[in-house]
């Protein structure tokens, strides 16, 4: 029976993965080099969090706080839900020198123009986006979408580009959960690339180059974190971070202003499914740097963009952060120590209930 019950769980534990290969990264179309061979055990030690104790709901020196007063002596509002405000600190914005003195020689400039926003989530200062309800994270979903339209639509503004950072490992001190829009007059690098590469693969294929992704992913199966009717999570194939998250609706949309309220709904319901899981893995606020990749707002025909929202965590383990050293900073090419499978099979053995509620880990 002993025998039994061992081979049992034998066989529904993955197989220890010992990756090593390159995989072909079809968005940003680079290499990214798997050497998985190389690590060591997956964390099997103290949830990091156990003693930690909880923030207060309001904290009197937080900027983001409702009531409280701002670096530009600004008052927030005593709000209720969420919260957007112009950036106090913009690095983009109408104050930037309208006609910067032009550079010698072959160098070029021009001024820093567009729009930087903050976007609190909610009044409380205790929580993070994983511990919000359902409800919570579609009216989210709804302010990203009002933001983009906004700001979108004016002259001069290409790009929007939504994301998080979470954590003090990202460079952020203030817990207070929030978000931040550049809304510029430029497209950013990786949005760029993402944008041609779909447009040239719809133009060669008549397909969405996100949906043969999804496609393959659900053939495979592997790498899948959780999936609804109209949308999906999934840690890709080329991932270049440890725990990276791709969560994106399952028809194809060049930005998110156009779900409908179903595909809303099911999209924060898998986007709250994964924070939930990335926080139980080590029973810990998870950091994370997650942008919106939308089309851009330039005019341009983007039919072949799918929009998705991607998660990069800087931490392969509690502690132990993924230095971008020789051949990220260097060379420009990620070197991944973890295999895509061996990750997403942690992350879908995780409870699915926040570990401050119930849940600590289901395995
Ligand atoms: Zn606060
Ligand atoms: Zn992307």
Redesign the pocket.
Known sequence: MVQELETFFQSIIPARATVWEERWHP?REEWVIVAAHRQDRPWNGELVDRNHTPLALYDADCYLCPGNSRVGGEINPKYHGVFVFDNDHPCVGPNAPANPIPPAGIYRNRPAQGVARVICYTPRHDLTLAELATVEIENLLATWQDQYLDLGRRPGINHVLIFENKGEVVGVSNPHPHCQVYATNFVFK??ET?AKVSDSYLNETGRVLFQDIIATEQRDGARIICENERAIAFVPYFARYAYEV?VAPKQTHANLTTLNDAEVADLAAVLRDVLIRFDNMWGMRFPYVM?L?QAPTDGGDYSGFHA?I?FHPPLRKPGLLKYLAGPEIGGGNFLSDTAAEEKAAELRAQCTVHYTRKCRKSA
């Open positions: 968005l990786t949005i993402e791709f942008p990749h998705h991607e």
